[in-house]
């Protein structure tokens, strides 16, 4: 594999781990605050779906972001009430969100446009274009630097280093905040919470809030950053990667950076499967390496990859002593 062939996969790989990353982030904001969400698939896509239809009868891609996260917060509210507010059951609340999304999001588009559960094809101002970074062409012909610098760097849309800098900006939040450190503490031990006068119910619901916020930017840059429109299912298993991902990271924001990039990197060499065969020596079954994400999910759910202790608190509605 030479050099530039290189760059190419990791700019793929880039691309393919954003949607996940910001997936990710979600669950691990939730997550922390003791609420599982298995509904992240959901939220993708219905957040993918509306985007994508506001942009193509508006033609503006900002004002289908904003409405693809009102989806996703709509979603993420429901969930909130089911689970924190009438203390269901939070997997079976996930579950159901996904299969709500599922089925809505194709019967509307159906509906409203006519073809086959599809929106139609986003260009120019409803799509994320890519973004030059400052001193691209002054830096492109430097051995080595330039390339990565203009090849890897550079020329990704606004999502992508919204999601990156969503990283430390997690990190920071949770670790360095007050407000992170109640979060984290409502995942371990809500009652001690509730005992300082804190309230469980709305740290919670902020948390599922920020969750929804982040789900609903991974939707929308599948739709219109990713792909250039909505067709049915286009999150293909995302969410459930983006849960692996963040159980393999043990809920800790840099640890989900480097999973979610594994994951990327497994999806951006299944489109290259020359380069995997050229670099490998021997022909390699292309549904082999389309399916390794999943392997690798399935390996992480099953703990092979170590012990995940999640939040103490985790799947359990606090109900308040008296």
């Known amino acids: 594999m030479d050099f530039l062939t290189l760059l190419q996969v990791l700019d793929t790989t880039i691309r393919l781990a954003t949607p ?15 609420i599982f969400d298995i509904g992240l698939e959901g939220k993708m896509l219905a957040s993918a ?57 194709v019967v509307i588009a159906q509906s409203w446009f006519g073809q086959g559960g599809r929106t139609p094809q986003l260009s120019g101002n409803a799509r994320f274009e890519s973004i030059d970074l400052p001193f691209v062409s002054e830096i492109r012909d430097i051995p080595v630097l330039g390339p990565i610098y203009a090849e890897l760097i550079s020329g990704h849309t606004l999502l992508v280093y919204v999601g990156l ?35 469980v119910v709305g740290l919670r619901f902020a948390a599922v809030a920020i969750c929804g916020l982040l789900t609903g930017l991974a939707g929308a840059y599948l739709s219109t950053g990713l792909q250039a429109g909505f067709v049915k299912d286009m999150t293909a298993g995302r969410g459930y990667i983006a849960l692996a991902a963040l159980i393999f990271a043990k809920w800790r924001p840099w640890y989900a950076l480097g999973a979610c990039l594994l ?60």
């Not at 972001?65 to 507010?85: P, V």
């Not at 380069?275 to 099953?302: K, M, N, S």
Request: hydrophobic share 55%; proline share 4%; net charge positive.
């Open 49 to 105: 779906f509306l985007t994508a239809a506001v942009a193509a009868v508006t033609g503006s891609v900002l004002i289908g972001t904003l409405a693809g996260i009102g989806a996703a917060l709509m979603l993420s509210g429901i969930h909130g009430l089911a689970s924190i507010t009438f203390r269901g059951n939070q997997l079976i609340s996930g579950v159901a969100i996904n299969f709500l999304a599922a089925g809505i999001t």
């Open 165 to 199: 800098l969503m990283v430390p900006l997690t990190w920071w939040v949770l670790f360095r905040t007050r407000f992170g450190l109640r979060l984290r503490a409502v995942g371990e031990n809500p009652a001690a919470v509730d005992t300082a006068g804190i309230s």
């Open 263 to 322: 994951f990327g990197f497994l999806q951006a060499i299944a489109l290259r499967p020359d380069v995997i065969e050229g670099t490998l020596g021997f022909e390699v079954g292309v549904q082999l390496l389309d399916a390794l994400p999943y392997i690798l999910t399935v390996v992480i759910l099953a703990g092979f990859v170590g012990r995940a202790i999640p939040p103490r608190a985790g799947g359990e509605p606090y109900v308040k002593e008296r």
């Open 20 to 34: 996940l990353l910001l997936a990710c982030l979600a669950g691990l904001f939730s997550e922390r605050a003791g």
